[in-house]
């Protein structure tokens, strides 16, 4: 490791040479209080570029080792102060010059709480990885910006940053019992016979504009459960909660405009990840596996079991192998519905404002207009019950038009102001009284067949120099691959969105897609690994190990189902019938299993 004066004498002798000579730069460098790791530097002429780590030993930061110690501690640490150095580089980083390249970046995120590679806390050092961008014009190095970069302002944001003195430590607790109380919420949400939660004082309403920021002052509505809905909850830190529980089963969240339903129905999604303190969704919890199915016409679809919800399709008689290069919006969310189930969901979302209503429901009139027999197609009204009942899969949909669904439910919650109200007696009473209603087809909910994606799909993709690049917030590249992102609202930044396309690179240069492994058993191997080695085994040549925030497995699978270039077989389940459905008197007498029982075991066959 060589003296940081080594580094100002390279920067010196470079001035307003070609930027190339960046390059020279790379190497490890110590600095009075940490080390600056130069890893890889990218001579981009317009705008040079590096990776880098700064380490500080634990002597120095001292961080808590009670903050850290357990692994949730350790990644509300990480989480905190990967915050704490974003602020401090918008706090001390001055320098400015033309060209594309930020100073210096931590990729640290938004309002949730999730592992990432920008941060390691241990315990003999503290390290961040950051992208610092090289001084540049004309394609000339400035040196003397650099030196001020590099020697000025970085070490000012690593001493805010990451000295715990510098800190505000009840700041970095909040952090840590926010995240406890959010796992042992979301812990308990089974035995409470419950898939989300969401705690009474919970600002859901967003602001406008980009970023989720709660909104505040006057305008801010806190969630308040009427006793019918609520359920309570111990927490380590805030003891005992009570709030709004969304049982297993059939949900409907009604209400008219701007009530609220489609904002509780974006909170629930959101409640997948933990939050961080003041965000408002902090005790709001959701099953880690809830999938929000939307709309997505045009996208691609290689061969999905969409049986349930199609009997044929024109010169496709057979709907247990459905391909489209480019679907339509009704079939596009069979096709989601499908992936998730196949990939292990046990909770999906639906918003009749993000739906085609062909696919949710056909109301009496057109049944009587078109008959069934006639109609291909069956509505997600007539397998919601199958779903639950028969698959353990737990339904919520926001409507504030689909009576339809008042048939189906078992939980009906009226939203106005912003405030639930519970209301499945009145919709039921309601429901009864009506005249002309629709008849509702009753059916199984097969278990959509495994598929197997073949390795030469991939073809393109194998070998040097592929990685996945974020554009924007609705598309990633993997290699020439175009992937449009804009219905998976559960992908959270460019983090995750990098991740989960390097996620499939690394398991096409494992080998893990064989054309024999599903796509749930290929994940099964990249999570296994991640878990054992990190987030960083997942960064290929050319990408950069610092700028990963950890995906779920269902974000992965919805990127790789939306290649262009997948390819798959499927295997052919033969499934047993499944159990009679108790009736209302039966249930009474029993104890209920949990929503993720799995299914009566099955016959495979190729």
Request: one cysteine or more; proline letters at 6%.
């Amino acid at each position: 490791m060589l003296p940081s004066d080594r580094l100002r004498d390279k920067l010196i002798v470079m001035n307003g040479r070609g930027t190339q000579v960046y390059r020279t730069l790379a190497g490890a460098y110590r600095f009075d209080r940490f080390e600056l790791h130069l890893d890889a530097i990218h001579p981009d002429p317009s705008s040079p570029s590096c990776w880098a780590r700064v380490r500080m030993d634990q002597a120095e930061a001292q961080v808590p080792p009670a903050l850290w110690e357990s692994p949730s501690g350790r990644l509300a640490a990480e989480a905190f102060l990967s915050r704490a150095v974003h602020e401090a580089i918008g706090h001390h980083v001055r320098t400015r010059w033309q060209g594309k390249a930020a100073p210096v970046v931590i990729h640290a995120g938004g309002g949730e709480i999730l592992r990432r590679s920008c941060c390691t806390v241990g315990e003999e050092f503290v390290e961040i990885r950051l992208t610092i961008g090289l001084p540049a014009e004309g394609r000339k190095v400035l040196a003397k910006m650099a030196q001020t970069l590099l020697f000025d302002e970085l070490p000012a944001a690593v001493q805010a940053g990451l000295v715990w003195a510098n800190l505000a430590a009840d700041a970095g607790l909040r952090h840590r019992d926010a995240l406890e109380d959010y796992l042992a919420l979301r812990e308990a949400l089974d035995a409470l016979g419950l898939v989300a939660f969401v705690a009474d004082g919970s600002v859901l309403p967003r602001e406008d504009g980009p970023g989720d920021r709660p909104l505040r002052g006057g305008r801010a509505v806190a969630l308040h459960a009427p006793d019918e809905l609520a359920a309570t909850v111990t927490l380590p830190h805030r003891g005992a909660v009570r709030g709004l529980g969304i049982r297993r089963g059939v949900t409907v969240i009604a209400g008219g405009t701007f009530s609220g339903k489609s904002t509780l129905l974006a909170a629930l999604s959101a409640g997948v990840y933990p939050h961080v303190p003041g965000d408002g969704r902090e005790l709001v919890a959701t099953v880690p596996d809830a999938v929000w199915i939307l709309t997505e016409p045009l996208r691609r679809v290689e061969h999905v079991d969409v049986s349930a919800f199609l009997r044929g399709l024109p010169h496709r008689p057979d709907a247990t192998t459905v391909s489209f290069e480019h679907v339509t919006g009704t079939v596009s969310m069979a096709v989601g519905v499908a992936e998730a189930v196949e990939i292990g969901s046990r909770m999906l979302l639906f918003d009749e404002d993000e739906s085609t209503v062909a696919f949710l429901v056909r109301d009496a009139a057109m049944q009587q207009l078109v008959p069934a027999e006639r109609d291909p197609a069956i509505p997600l009204v007539d397998r919601l019950r199958a779903l639950w009942e028969v698959r353990g899969v737990s339904s919520v949909i926001a409507t504030g038009s689909l009576g339809e669904y008042l048939d189906v439910a078992d939980e009906v919650i009226v939203m106005e102001g912003f405030q639930p109200h519970a209301a499945t007696d009145r919709a039921r009473s309601i429901a009864a009284g009506f005249t002309g209603r629709r008849t509702y087809i009753s059916g199984e909910f097969g278990m959509p067949m495994p598929r197997c994606p073949l390795p030469r799909g991939f073809g393109g993709l194998r070998g040097r120099g592929h990685r996945t690049e974020p554009r924007g917030h609705a598309e990633i590249g993997i290699g020439r691959e175009a992937i449009s992102t804009a219905a998976l609202r559960q992908l959270v930044g460019a983090g995750q969105a990098s991740a989960a396309g390097d996620a499939i690179l690394y398991a096409l240069a494992k080998g893990y897609v064989d054309g024999n492994a599903s796509v749930a058993e290929i994940l099964d191997r990249v999570f296994a690994d991640i878990e054992a080695h990190g987030l960083g085994v997942l960064a290929t040549e050319g990408s950069h190990a610092g700028g990963y925030a950890l995906p779920r497995r269902h974000e992965v699978a919805a990127v790789l189902n939306r290649m262009r270039a997948l390819q798959v077989r499927t295997r052919r389940v033969i499934q047993e019938a499944p159990p009679p459905v108790a009736s209302e008197a039966d249930e009474a007498d029993k104890v209920e299993p949990p929503a993720g029982d799995p299914p009566p075991a099955a016959n495979e066959t190729v």
